[in-house]
T-cell receptor, first 111, second 110 residues
């Protein structure tokens, strides 16, 4: 069973059409939830870290939130340049500094 | 700062050949990692290091070896390459928090 599940697998939006990506996790003792953006042919680029339920982080059109079982990446009024794969990863108590990654959500924004 | 650099960017190997993927970071991070990424799958941890001279296995270590003689470098060695090792390999570093990734090496074994 996957410890980190992202949904949907793919999402197509029109420019300006806001939506949310979901990351649910089943690890015990969360020590951090991380969001990354990955463009085709590139390495993942760090976006946010969330540590406790209720925490929120924002960057431009992106806002990440965290509950005890899941995290949401809200995208407000997206632009075509927001098209990418968004990866969620968690660090749990017993895993040292290693991250457990979900499979990602591929976002396509058309103008 | 260049961040995390990886060489080569692309490589084609024949079955049974060996090679070393190079990774260097200039952020003075203690922690370094090697992941592989296959289509439709999440990043899987191969090996990691918490400092020079210390390495440990991740989720998928079979067929790979690593060494960490300096803080900056963390090479990944493939011995007797197999088609199952066809993948994109990413190196990352951190100081205990978020990890910073290199641009990746795309490896094909035929």
């Amino acid at each position: 069973e996957d410890q980190v599940t992202q949904s949907p697998e793919a999402l197509r939006l029109q420019e300006g059409e806001s939506s949310s990506l979901n990351c649910s996790y089943t690890v015990s003792g969360l020590r951090g939830l991380f969001w990354y953006r990955q463009d085709p042919g590139k390495g993942p680029e760090f976006l946010f870290t969330l540590y406790s339920a209720g925490e929120e982080k924002e960057k431009e059109r992106l806002k990440a939130t965290l509950t005890k079982k899941e995290s949401f990446l809200h995208i407000t009024a997206p632009k075509p340049e927001d098209s990418a794969t968004y990866l969620c990863a968690v660090r749990e108590n017993q895993a040292g500094t290693a991250l457990i990654f979900g499979k990602g959500t591929t976002l396509s924004v058309s103008s | 700062n260049a961040g995390v650099t990886q060489t080569p960017k692309f490589r084609i190997l024949k079955i049974g050949q060996s090679m070393t993927l190079q990774c260097t970071q200039d952020m003075n991070h203690n922690y370094m990692y090697w992941y592989r990424q296959d289509p439709g799958m999440g990043l899987k941890l191969i090996y990691y290091s918490v400092g020079a001279g210390i390495t440990d296995k991740g989720e998928v270590p079979n067929g790979y070896n690593v060494s960490r003689s300096t803080t900056e470098d963390f090479p990944l060695r493939l011995e007797l390459a197999a088609p199952s090792q066809t993948s994109v390999y990413f190196c990352a570093s951190s100081q205990g928090g978020e990890q910073y990734f290199g641009p990746g090496t795309r490896l094909t074994v035929t």
